[in-house]
């Protein structure tokens, strides 16, 4: 009996339990709306085999992608006042900042590692455009300071990735206080002589992208990525006039000057480490940057 139960009943079970199957087997293209098999997605590095759109990522899926052998250690982000005005529309907006806490296991819209890029040390900022739309508050704020202070510890670059909505209008004028704030992170960092390289993502819009996304050593850009401050429809709207074909994407900005290069998603990783040894020439050889 004993050998019936612990032997033949656990196989039989385990042949006819059910197996969990993912709700989100396919997911259609924006681009060409082709539908994608999600491990294939995957294995693509979530660009569209089809049409070459790049879909948007989190901010860990984003790190493992850019660091050597996806390999790298977060820091913990500077702890904040949760909810400084105690705001409140439809929602208390100290419910929607713990639920969006429980969907990503993440504090804010933020996440800051250190490893190495082409065998190079760097510290990465990236954001979580899921998190309450990337959105950039006090958290925001201080943790690009600590990233700053984290890169001139270790003697390395300061990699920011933005995907971001703006400002978080639920924490005011405090939020649009993030904007110079920002600044000063990457002006630490560059008053070292270090650089500060800015990979823009879609979307990248609002005051993120007047402030901390435009003021890179170097900018670069994911192809098809939006970005810009007002939205087309508004500038359409105001101005009265068409907007070109294109505009406010990443390949617009570049022929106009603003970015320095549009680089898909498979060659990021090794074009920033081609553009940090490079920058990293005739430097002390650095350790791995410790959080």
């Not at 704030?181 to 500060?196: C, H, N, Q, S």
């Not at 480490?273 to 350790?287: E, F, N, S, T």
Request: glycine residues 10%; aromatic residues 6%.
């Amino acid at each position: 009996m004993n050998w019936l139960t612990n032997f033949v009943l656990p196989k039989i079970r385990a042949v006819v339990a059910k197996k969990e199957v993912r709700d989100n087997l396919w997911q259609k293209c924006p681009g060409c709306e082709q539908m994608l098999y999600y491990r294939e997605l995957e294995t693509n590095l979530h660009v569209c085999r089809n049409c070459g759109h790049h879909l948007r990522i989190g901010a860990l899926e984003r790190l493992k992608i850019l660091f050597d052998e996806g390999a790298f250690e977060r820091s913990a982000l500077p702890e904040v006042l949760a909810d400084p005005l105690r705001f409140r529309d439809r929602r208390r907006y100290l419910d929607r900042l713990r639920e969006a806490q429980a969907n990503f296991g993440a504090s804010d819209a933020i996440a800051v590692a250190s490893g190495r890029i082409g065998g190079v040390p760097a510290v990465v900022a990236a954001f979580e455009f899921g998190f309450l739309g990337g959105s950039m508050g006090l958290a925001v704020g201080e943790a690009m300071l600590a990233a700053a202070d984290l890169a001139v510890k270790n003697e390395c670059a300061l990699i920011v990735v933005p995907a971001s909505g703006g400002a978080r209008m639920q924490e005011g004028v405090l939020s649009l206080m993030q904007m110079p704030r920002t600044i000063l992170a990457a002006d630490r960092v560059k008053e070292k002589g270090l650089p500060y390289i800015v990979v823009l993502t879609d979307p990248t819009t609002g005051g993120v992208s007047a402030s901390l996304a435009m003021v890179g050593d170097l900018i670069l850009a994911e192809p098809g990525a939006q970005i810009g401050f007002a939205g087309a429809r508004v500038i359409e709207e105001t101005i009265r006039e068409k907007l070109p074909d294109g505009f406010q994407r990443a390949e617009y900005l570049y022929e106009h000057g603003m970015v320095d290069l549009v680089v898909p998603r498979h060659e990021l990783a090794a074009v920033l480490g081609r553009l940090l040894g490079h920058l990293h020439k005739g430097r002390p050889q650095a350790a791995a940057p410790a959080s």
